[in-house]
């Protein structure tokens, strides 16, 4: 291969052989650094996705609501301003301020009242109080 004399000058051979060996082994380092970096990326990508899917599977089940007859079983009250006043001013659920006459729940252990068709159809689903996760009646989860 040869090279215009106005490129190479009056340096001696040895030297552009140097040069180039120096180029060379530059882009193999830079190349390894490239590869090496890949392989850490992948293995720690690798090591996340292995943990997430073993606390996917390590979750508890899915939380089930109350037997039918023991949510019937529940007390079943009609809201009075003056009985329940301060106490109890909105069902949690639907958010909705109770008003003289809605037909309503009050929680046996907790105290905690909701409208009857929204606790209910909580309980269907949840065996625990939407505001404090209290088990309305013990022993009785399904």
């Given at each position: 291969m040869a090279l215009p004399l106005f490129f190479l000058g009056k340096l001696p051979i040895s030297v552009i052989v140097l040069v180039a060996s120096?180029?060379?082994?530059?882009c193999a380092i830079i190349i390894a650094m490239c590869t090496w970096r890949m392989a850490w990326i992948i293995w720690c990508h690798h090591i996340i996705v292995t943990s997430r899917q073993t606390t996917t599977s390590q979750t508890?089940?899915?939380?089930?609501?109350?037997?039918?007859?023991?949510?019937?079983?529940?007390p079943r009250v009609v809201y009075n301003l003056e009985v329940y006043g301060k106490k109890l001013t909105e069902c949690a659920i639907c958010l909705m301020e109770f008003v003289d006459g809605d037909v309503m729940r009050v929680l046996p252990h907790c105290g905690h009242g909701f409208h009857m068709s929204c606790i209910d159809r909580w309980l269907e689903c949840h065996s625990s109080c939407p505001s404090c996760r209290d088990v309305p009646v013990y022993g009785t989860m399904s």
């Open positions: 120096i180029s060379i082994l530059s508890t089940p899915p939380n089930r609501g109350l037997d039918g007859k023991i949510l019937r079983s529940l």
